[in-house]
């Protein structure tokens, strides 16, 4: 079992920053790929952001690139979310998923944190 733990969400103004973190307990952190995902209000949960086991390789959603960035520290068992450059349409509940897979699927992941609220208002 992997227990994942959201911080860092709250409430922002557009063009602000927030970041974003994950703190795992359990199994090996450093087993699992990560990615983060998104639940904006009435709509479905979106992909965002993923990281390999060692941090080589990330990858993320087109609407995000250049804005948002995934880094993990294995040795604290946390994965960060650095997300600049705010907008409205980024309000959602972010979530963190640990998996063996790097994929944008939610399906590769099998352990999902609570969630955490990040609003950015206009």
């Known amino acids: 079992q992997v227990q994942l733990v959201e911080s860092g969400g709250g409430l922002v103004q557009a063009g602000g920053s927030l970041r974003l973190s994950c703190a795992a307990s359990?199994?090996?952190?450093?087993?699992?790929?990560m990615g983060w995902f998104r639940r904006p209000p009435g709509k479905e949960r979106e992909f965002v952001a993923g990281i390999s086991w060692s941090g080589a390789s990330t990858y993320s959603e087109d609407s995000v690139k250049g804005r948002f960035t995934i880094s993990r520290d294995n040795a604290k068992n946390t994965v960060y979310l650095q997300m600049n450059s705010l907008k409205p349409e980024d309000t959602a509940v972010y979530y963190c998923?640990?998996?063996?897979?790097?994929?944008?699927?939610?399906?590769?992941?099998?352990?999902w944190g609570q969630g955490t609220q990040v609003t950015v208002s206009s």
């Open positions: 998923a640990a998996g063996r897979w790097s994929t944008p699927y939610a399906g590769s992941y099998g352990y």
């Open positions: 359990g199994r090996t952190f450093s087993n699992y790929n």
